[in-house]
């Protein structure tokens, strides 16, 4: 069964960046998709950007594509963590960010293929 905790969340000015990390315990996800979703007050949860197993394909929201960066290190070391860097934040960036992963190799952009969730992190974006 796999854990996962996002940490790096956080109060930002407009224009500033964060990064934000999701480290699974209880067994690896060296095999599975991995998805940031976010979920603003009063909205849907909606998928920010997604990486397959290995980092070699990505999915962003047209909204974050440029400004937010997903990756994965799959070196032993670091092979059950995966990141977001956010740039160039906005206002409307504010939102609960949940790291998600999907038991299988490629993306899925659908919530429902994603079956374990983290506990979800707060950023705040100010003007």
């Known amino acids: 069964q796999v854990q996962l905790l996002e940490s790096g969340g956080g109060l930002v000015q407009a224009g500033g960046s964060l990064r934000l990390s999701c480290a699974a315990s209880?067994?690896?996800?060296?095999?599975?998709?991995m998805g940031w979703f976010r979920q603003a007050p009063g909205k849907e949860r909606e998928l920010v950007a997604a990486i397959n197993w290995n980092g070699e394909k990505t999915y962003y929201t047209n909204s974050v594509k440029g400004r937010f960066t997903i990756s994965r290190d799959n070196a032993k070391n670091t092979e059950n963590t995966v990141y977001l860097q956010m740039n160039s934040l906005k206002p409307e960036d504010t939102a609960v960010y949940y790291c998600?992963?999907?038991?299988?190799?490629?993306?899925?952009?659908?919530?429902?293929?994603?079956?374990?969730w983290g506990q979800g992190t707060q950023i705040t974006v100010s003007s």
């Open positions: 998600a992963s999907r038991p299988w190799i490629d993306i899925g952009t659908f919530e429902y293929q994603y079956t374990t």
């Open positions: 209880g067994r690896t996800i060296t095999s599975y998709a």
